[in-house]
């Protein structure tokens, strides 16, 4: 089945730093892709998506990049901060269809 | 106020048990999930459900059935626990048509033994 994944299961970073977390997807006909934050013991957290017909996104301080040719989608985090660390997850969406979930990476931020 | 909310928090039992799982959302919406998280941390829907439709991962059980009393409550039923059941099983809810952006609840951790 359609699966997605990510290239980096860890990633650290130091603080004031900027974080990249990649995830590569397989299915091209999903409609959108969502980056999901999840801290220790809590539920995801929407951080933000982006639409299949766009390759850029922004939001404060998170930017998604949509590479539909390589079917590559990254997550920057400007100035890393302590309250950044968590495990991160992407999600395909297939329009009318349920989420497909990344196996996460997790990102600590070294003071 | 807690937007979506589960009980229990933890829960640890034996195989072979049934146990039920509550979820409630006080957000008006529409449509809840039910995600089952293992413990490298993958996430895995379950089922979707609003009024109209329940839509089930094909992957899941029929060990596992979701009830729901109202619009507000989706609960998960889980018969003749099984150790591979082991993981935290997430609630969220979103409003119809807006299902990219769900918002989870907190987690049950599910230990059989």
């Known amino acids: 089945g359609e699966n997605v994944g990510l290239h980096l299961p860890t990633l650290s970073v130091q603080e004031g730093d900027n974080s990249i977390i990649n995830c590569a997807y397989s299915?091209?006909?999903?409609?959108?892709f969502i980056w999901y934050k999840q801290e220790s013991g809590k539920g995801p957290q929407f951080i933000i998506d982006i639409r299949s017909n766009m390759d850029k996104r922004q939001g404060q301080r998170v930017t998604v990049l949509l590479n539909k040719t390589v079917k590559h989608l990254s997550l920057q985090i400007a100035a890393t901060q302590p309250g950044d660390s968590a495990v991160y997850f992407c999600?395909?969406?297939?329009?009318?269809?349920?989420?497909?979930f990344g196996p996460g990476t997790r990102l600590s931020v070294l003071p | 106020d807690t937007a979506v909310s589960q009980t229990p928090k933890y829960l640890v039992t034996q195989m072979g048990n049934d146990k039920s799982i509550k979820c409630e959302q006080n957000l008006g919406h529409d449509t809840m999930y039910w995600y089952k998280q293992d413990s490298k941390k993958f996430l895995k829907i379950m089922f979707s459900?609003?009024?109209?439709?329940?839509?089930i991962n094909e992957t899941v059980p029929n060990r596992f059935s979701p009830k729901s009393p109202d619009k507000a409550h989706l609960n998960l039923h889980i018969n003749s626990l099984e150790l591979g059941d082991s993981a935290v099983y997430f609630c969220?809810?979103?409003?119809?048509?807006?299902?990219?952006?769900?918002?989870f609840g907190p987690g049950t951790r599910l230990l059989v033994l």
């Open positions: 459900y609003n009024n109209k439709e329940l839509i």
């Open positions: 299915n091209s006909a999903s409609d959108y």
């Open positions: 969220a809810s979103s409003r119809r048509g807006d299902q990219e952006t769900q918002y």
């Open positions: 999600a395909e969406v297939n329009y009318g269809q349920n989420f497909v």
